[in-house]
């Protein structure tokens, strides 16, 4: 295979390649280039449609690259500073199980910091690994999770000397890093895999004086979604593997749950969006920081608001900020996150990424532009005007210390009963409750529940926040384990 | 040869002025400016190829939006401008004697570079002491003012492009916040007659009926704007545009317009029925 260069995107030009050849569809999707759906084509447009195609030899195959697929994630590999990369097309969700999958297997212990996302807990229901979790110090004044410490990951190695991997997010959702350098050659010096979740961190392999990444780190593996700050469609998003990591074995543990009808819609835009980011990566999130920094400090001369950034770094829990995050701290102005997240959405038409109790996070990316930030920090010093209440500080936690009395997949798979909310403590749960976004479990299954847990999952649900991730929709119930 | 400027003011309707020379064509960071010689209406401006202005009836315009609130506050000293880079409105506002400080905030320095040179119809009062001129965007300027103005009038292009920010709720709320306690904000209201430039100007209109106790819509006639029916808002905290309306005093000013009179001040807030309805929907 001829080496390729940054400029090219193979998935990309063999799409385009064949269009041109004008082939006869006998084969699926059904829709036949759009013409056997017309209103779908109508509302997607014709150009979209046309490459809605199907595997076959001028376009490889995703569970089986040879060609274009495989240039492209070679492509991808270089621009990453990776050994390999695979396209993923089931979200970054997949590429977190796939790390998973393919480091542990039942009854072997991973390192977590609880304050991970639910697609990581879900594969340790998948691959029966038992978690082991660090609970990060929660700031009060922000109302957020800080990073993990050194401290309490020597701690966690040396009291299961066993662990098979250390799993770590880079950064948080509100933009939160540990010290990724010193735990990866920590957790190497013992013999761990180092999996890192950097579902929010992409821009960190292209932007200057941004966090260090987990390829840069040395990490083994990291899940990137290039869907969030890398700017392809939602969905897509990349493997990245280290060179310790067999990738013939990686790409069996995808198959086994990847579609094999990959879509192309996909894998041409992290193609396209890969070769974007490695010629104008460097460029564009400079314009991002510089964007983020100045919402920062207009929101900042807001009474009531604080959007934070670099000042939290303190080489211990907070070892590194990334500026891209434009989280703001709301409860200075007597109203959650959540209310404000609402007044933006119906009153100003403004829609951010999420509110929780004390924040809402707005998205800052390659798509904004000043004209919009302006919007934001305009409508945000109108709802100061307007809505600012005397309130007291809520007193919340994200999550509160759980105790794990059975792995996640033995939880999961138990006999269990439905019992109201509040008849539910002291029992183990046996399914998830979290607040989505940003979708940090509050309960896992195999964890206790306590009167503690109980009263903070009705505080959310009073304050409106999107609870999700059990049986009944209305969460006024939970399922538990039976038989205790 | 035959040179015609031509305007989509609808997917199906199309208007055109047929053109003696382009006299400017250039790109600002914003926008595409253009300015076109013609035979029928004069120099015209045209920002990404919408019609800004034409020699011909932009007096309609700019009187309109001046002398309207100018005739019902009773003593406007400090005045806020946003958008009009053209400088047709700072033209009609620098004939009042009493007024003592204008800001124009202009998103755009090349638009008042290009009507310095093409315009001066327009442009000529641009360097009159009284007015300052601000490059910024106005949403950002006017977040930082407080009980400031007693008149602001925001001559905004259309509701997409740079001057999006400018028909939004929290532009108006900033603007409520700028005006003193007997303020008055004027603004471009779009036309209700195409569609979709119908619902443009419902929107506006909810989102000032929601920001000031006072708001009320009136029109004038502008040929070279899509339908030639354009609206303005009249946006109050204590002043009623009609009831307010001191007559004697503005005939003492002894001006001469080519539009604006004090009969067609107070016609020029009764309403079609067909407008009046889509004002009510989304009262």
Redesign the interface.
Known sequence: MDKLSQDSAPIMEALKQFRRMRVVPFDVPGHKRGKGNPELTEFLGERCLSVDVNSMKPLDNLCHPVSVIEQAEALAAEAFGADWVFFMVGGTTSSVQAMILSTCQKGDKIILPRNVHRSAINALILSGAVPVYINPQFDDRLEISLGITLGQVEKAILDNPEAKAIFINNPTYYGICSDLQAITDLAHQHGLKVLVDEAHGTHFYFGKGLPLSAMAAGADMAAVSMHKSGGSLTQSSFLLLGPTVNKDHVRQIINLTQSTSASYLLLASLDISRKRLALGGEEIFAKVCEMTQYAREEINQISGLYAYGKELINGDTVFDFDITKLAVNTSGLGLTGIEIYDILRDEYDIQVEFGDIGNILAYVSVGDCYKDVERLVSSLSEINRKYRKERNIFCYHEFISPQVVLSPQEAFYSEKVSLPLAQSASRVCGEFVMCYPPGIPILAPGEEITEEIVELIRYSKEKGCSLTGTEDIEVKYLKVLKGE | MELWYSEMHTKNVQFGIKVDKQLFSGQSEFQRIDVFESPEFGRFLTLDGFMMLTEKDEFIYHEMIVHVPMAVHPSPKKILVIGAGDGGVVRELVRYPDVEHIDLVEIDEMVVEVCKQYLPLTASKLDEERVHIHFQ?G??Y??KCENEYDLIIVDSTDPFG?G??LF????Y??CY?ALKDDGIMVNQHESPFYEEDAVAMQRAHKRIVESFPISRVYQAHIPTYPSGHWLFGFASKKYHPIRDLNIPKWKNLGMKTGYYNSHLHIGAFALPNYVEEMLRDVE
């Open positions: 965007d949403l950002k006017i977040r740079p999006e920010g939004t709720k929290e532009f709320g900033n916040k």
